[in-house]
Antibody
């Protein structure tokens, strides 16, 4: 069974840092592209960034609101995805999901498996 | 960035109704369009990928169509478990962007 389990969320003051983890199981993690998506309370879905598999070059892309503050990384030996969040702002308060990226026809991509999310609250 | 606009933002329907949700992209995205369902307190679930391909395990009453800039998600014969919020998402280019969501409520 494919499973993603996020951890590391919590309450942090503005300007602080937090590292989220996403433990993957049930699929070949080192071949998978992975993403982070967040959802502010009562709001819609917002893509944060994506990391490709090392086989596909390992490139990382970020959304503009988090670029330069957030860092996505992966440890394929541990089947784990990370999100290092620095210089946190109140507007970063959200439920953070990790997802695996499926590969469809003609290189279409989609988010086929989601974790349960971990809540990050940025407040003084 | 590619803007994704869904309509309506919300709708009320009865079990057994046919429901159509539309999604428009601000530029052509070919068929790089996915649909997700999210129930309260749960993670989103993939329904449709590549505009019209049904994800494994998703009931056949869900279908998707469209190409270019205009897409639709159709639910034939709405079931009680289908009351949820639906999101479209483009994967044509980064940043990946989502529509604002369509909440399907019980009439």
């Amino acid at each position: 069974e494919v499973q993603l389990v996020e951890s590391g969320g919590g309450l942090v003051e503005p300007g602080g840092s937090l590292r989220l983890s996403c433990a993957a199981s049930g699929f070949t993690f080192n071949n998978a592209w992975m993403t982070w998506v967040r959802q502010a309370p009562g709001k819609g879905l917002e893509w944060i960034g994506r990391i490709k598999s090392k086989n596909d070059g390992g490139a990382i892309d970020y959304a503009a609101p988090v670029k330069g503050r957030f860092t996505i990384s992966r440890d394929d030996s541990k089947n784990t995805l990370y999100l290092q969040m620095d210089s946190l702002k109140t507007e970063d308060t959200a439920l953070y999901y990790c997802t695996s990226v499926g590969d469809g026809p003609k290189q279409t991509r989609y988010f086929d498996c989601w974790g349960q999310g971990t809540l990050v609250t940025v407040s003084s | 960035d590619i803007q994704m606009t869904q309509s309506p933002s919300s709708l009320s329907a009865s079990a057994g109704d046919r429901v159509i949700i539309t999604c428009r992209a601000s530029q052509s995205i070919s068929n790089y369009l996915n649909w997700y369902q999210q129930k309260p307190g749960k993670a989103p679930k993939l329904l449709i990928y590549a505009a019209s391909s049904l994800q494994s395990g998703v009931p056949s009453r869900f279908s998707g169509s469209g190409s270019g800039t205009d897409f639709t998600l159709t639910i034939t014969s709405l079931q009680p478990e289908d009351f949820a919020t639906y999101y479209c998402q483009q994967s044509y280019t980064t940043p990946v962007t989502f529509g604002q969501g369509t909440k399907v409520e019980i009439k």
